[in-house]
Nanobody
Framework: QVQLVESGGGLVQAGGSRRLSCAAS????????MGWFRQAPGKEREFVAA??????SYADSVKGRFTISRDNAKNTVYLQMNSLKPEDTAAYYCAARPKPIATPITRAGGYDYWGQGTQVTVSS
């Protein structure tokens, strides 16, 4: 069983930065593919960023502005968000797959565990 707890959401002005954290349980966390997704009101959940043993992947809408990283000693994955825009406003979710895979997973269906989400609101 894997438990994920996100934190770091809040209100930020357009152009600002925010770092989200996702604390995970699991003894082999360092090998877990991890991802970040977001969901705005009235919209479907969409891929944001992913990490796997083979590298990282980003949605075109966040490429160059967001960075996914992890600290295996702390069992935590991060999403650094810079140059935020009002359209980045959404609930952000982290996800984990407790089986190593080389290719970053960009589909929500590829993950087995999800956090409860943290809200990010970007004001114009």
């Amino acid at each position: 069983q894997v438990q994920l707890v996100e934190s770091g959401g809040g209100l930020v002005q357009a152009g600002g930065s925010r770092r989200l954290s996702c604390a995970a349980s699991g003894r082999t966390f360092s090998t877990y593919p991890m991802g970040w997704f977001r969901q705005a009101p009235g919209k479907e959940r969409e891929f944001v960023a992913a990490w796997s043993g083979g590298g990282t992947s980003y949605a075109d809408s966040v490429k160059g502005r967001f960075t996914i990283s992890r600290d295996n000693a702390k069992n935590t994955v991060y999403l650094q968000m810079n140059s935020l825009k009002p359209e980045d406003t959404a609930a952000y979710y982290c996800a984990a797959r407790p089986k190593p895979i080389a290719t970053p997973i960009t589909r929500a269906g590829g993950y087995d565990y999800w956090g409860q989400g943290t809200q990010v609101t970007v004001s114009s």
